[in-house]
T-cell receptor, first 112, second 115 residues
């Protein structure tokens, strides 16, 4: 069935780059997303990419999509302590039911 | 005020009790969802509703029921709570417009503990 996989933890030092990886199985996915969950809060959309794109950059965030390998990554440049959160990868296919498949989430810890 | 509001934010209850979690939204979205978050399991869809008369089961609907009282309100019920329903529950909304990204807008969550 459809599945989205992520590693559970990542620890980086403040100022370094963080790279969070995700693999998915549904090749019909049209949108791939990164959501951020801060402590005690709900998820908020960080960025998304169309399946027909290879890369998207937004300030400190770079999303890379490898459709052949069904691999999505999120790079955060100059990681700050405020970036500490859980990051969820998700896929959906709006031509169907807008049904989302979420990954398990990667907990990013930024060390000062 | 938050666009998607969940009540209660925290609830401790006992096995066998009936619990209702409520969600209201001011975004004017047709689509509403209930998710459950467990550590290491990510978010799993319990129920979703694409309009007031449309209710659909998600991947883990057993033990849960929902009611879409109005476009803006979607409640989740546990008829007889059990300890493995202890989790963080999220309500979310999205816009049906196919021209947008399908972004989900989440409430702040309802933490439920069943003893």
């Amino acid at each position: 069935g459809e599945d989205v996989e992520q590693s559970l933890f990542l620890s980086v030092r403040e100022g370094d780059s963080s790279v969070i990886n995700c693999t998915y199985t549904d090749s019909s996915s049209t949108y791939l997303y990164w959501y951020k969950q801060e402590p005690g809060a709900g998820l908020q959309l960080l960025t998304y990419i169309f399946s027909n794109m290879d890369m998207k950059q937004d300030q400190r965030l770079t999303v890379l999509l490898n459709k052949k390998d069904k691999h999505l990554s999120l790079r955060i440049a100059d990681t700050q302590t405020g970036d500490s959160a859980i990051y969820f990868c998700a896929e959906s296919n709006p031509s169907g039911t807008y049904k989302y498949i979420f990954g398990t989430g990667t907990r990013l810890k930024v060390l000062a | 005020d938050a666009d998607v509001t969940q009540t209660p934010r925290n609830r401790i209850t006992k096995t066998g009790k009936r619990i209702m979690l409520e969600c209201s939204q001011t975004k004017g979205h047709d689509r509403m969802y209930w998710y459950r978050q467990d550590p290491g399991l990510g978010l799993r869809l319990i129920y979703y509703s694409f309009d007031v008369k449309d209710i659909n089961k998600g991947e883990i609907s057993d033990g849960y029921s929902v009611s879409r009282q109005a476009q803006a309100k979607f409640s989740l019920s546990l008829e007889s709570a059990i300890p493995n329903q202890t989790a963080l529950y999220f309500c979310a909304t999205s816009d049906r417009d196919r021209g947008n990204s399908g972004e989900l807008f989440f409430g702040e969550g309802s933490r439920l503990t069943v003893l």
